[in-house]
């Protein structure tokens, strides 16, 4: 059993500025809160745009299936340019490009702030979307690098900012924007100007991490597999991440609308109540990769996916307070999935930590796009209290988490 590594507050190592993640010989922890910080930011801003949607409904009398193709204008730019970001940093590391993407979001959100027609909502939605693709791969990576070899525990520091991010959108959508109107989004520029300070230094740092050598760091254990065992574990992983997803579209989405179709609840309450469920999505995702470390990634894959199948079948028959409890419940199991998944995954494919970063992100998000679309033509269709009933039963999709070879458990003290 190895000992725990120590920390460090993020020195650099020297290397040549080409190659491959060497991670660092101690945990960077700097480092990984800093990314974890730009993350949080990074979501903050993105979730506005979720948080609006409600607004955007009402101002613009947009149908539900303009509201997923906001969705889906957002999620096709982060997701189909995230694995060849990837692939091009695998081969040609730009750290510091980190920070050009977060200037994207910037502009993305001056233009939704400006706004006033549905086509210039949808530009707006792309180009965040642009400063997505850019910034998760790439960050992924360093998060890798500054591990130490705790890759479950990097994963989801640098996740749980994400979440949290995500968690605070909706409140201040009710808080600030909601108030003052769809011209103060343009405020957070601010915020994007700050994380674009910390990725330039934090590009600097991760200059030092790339050096020519395969990955040293000891998680090659998967990469003794042949081939088509690899790719196959890689196509259970996409299909365990559609079925999170397409339910996470269900909530993300169209959870303020459910909550009001169905409660009657106001809108600035029903964006407090998503706030909830995020919130324990962050929590939910900080847990997920240090039990990852300790029992294995696959089970906590089985227990996240499957898991959560007893109360996504009892959602959509409960009270509204139940519907609060569950919903949070499924948040903190749900999103426990994600950093044993992405770790999973780099170890079955050791030296493309950044393409299967990108591909396994890029796949999130664009499987979110796309069930927001077709989750709000059915919601038009059908009603939105049905969609929560079908996509009751996606957990089901767990089931095929008995397919992915068994890994072995890395308990680090």
């Known amino acids: 059993m190895r000992s725990t590594p120590p920390i460090d507050l993020g020195s650099p190592i020297s290397g040549v500025a080409t190659g491959e993640v060497v991670p660092a010989r101690r945990t960077a922890v700097t480092v990984l809160i800093a990314l974890s910080i730009c993350h949080l930011l990074n ?44 692939w091009y940093t695998d081969r040609k590391p730009r750290p510091r490009f980190l920070a050009f993407g977060m200037g994207c979001t910037l502009v993305g959100l001056l233009v939704l702030a400006g706004s006033d027609e549905y086509w210039l909502l949808l530009l707006a939605s792309s180009i965040i979307g642009l400063g997505s693709s850019i910034f998760h791969p790439e960050s992924s990576r360093v998060a890798r690098a500054a591990s130490g070899g705790r890759h479950g525990l990097a994963q ?38 700050l994380a674009m300070g910390m990725l330039w230094w934090v590009g600097s740092w991760a200059k030092g991490q790339f050096t020519r050598p395969a990955e040293s760091d000891g998680a090659a254990q998967h990469a003794r597999l042949p081939r088509k065992k690899v790719i196959s574990a890689i196509a259970v992983l996409i299909v365990l991440i559609f079925s999170k997803y397409m339910y996470l579209a269900a909530l993300v989405s169209f959870y303020t609308f459910y909550l009001i179709d169905r409660f009657s609840v106001p809108v600035a309450q029903a964006q407090v109540y ?99 679309v077709i989750l709000g033509v059915v919601a038009d269709w059908k009603g939105i209290v049905f969609v929560y009933q079908v996509c009751s039963f996606l957990p089901l999709l767990g089931l095929v988490t008995i397919l992915l070879p068994p890994d072995e458990p890395r308990v680090l003290g």
């Open 43 to 86: 979501d903050v801003m993105q979730s506005l745009l979720v948080a609006l949607y409600p607004v955007f409904k009402e101002d613009y009398s947009l149908t539900f299936s303009q509201v997923g193709l906001l969705a889906f204008a957002f999620q096709l730019t982060a997701s189909l340019l995230q694995p060849v970001v990837g």
């Open 156 to 193: 989801s520091v640098f996740q749980v900012g994400g979440n949290a991010g995500s968690a605070l959108g909706p409140l201040l959508a009710a808080f600030v924007v909601l108030p003052r109107g769809q011209g103060s989004v343009a405020w957070f520029s601010v915020v994007a100007l």
């Open 274 to 372: 998503l706030f909830v469920f995020l919130g324990a999505m962050a929590a939910g995702t900080i847990i997920g990769g240090p039990v990852g470390d300790r029992v294995g990634r696959k089970a906590v894959i089985w227990t996240s996916i499957l898991g959560i199948l007893p109360f996504t079948l009892a959602l959509p028959y409960v009270g509204l307070f139940w519907t609060v409890v569950l919903t949070a419940i499924i948040g903190a199991v749900l999103a426990s999935a994600f950093p044993a998944i992405i770790v999973y995954a780099q170890e079955l494919v050791p030296g493309r930590v950044g393409v299967i970063s990108g591909l396994f992100f890029g796949f999130a998000f664009g499987m979110g796009g796309l069930a927001a």
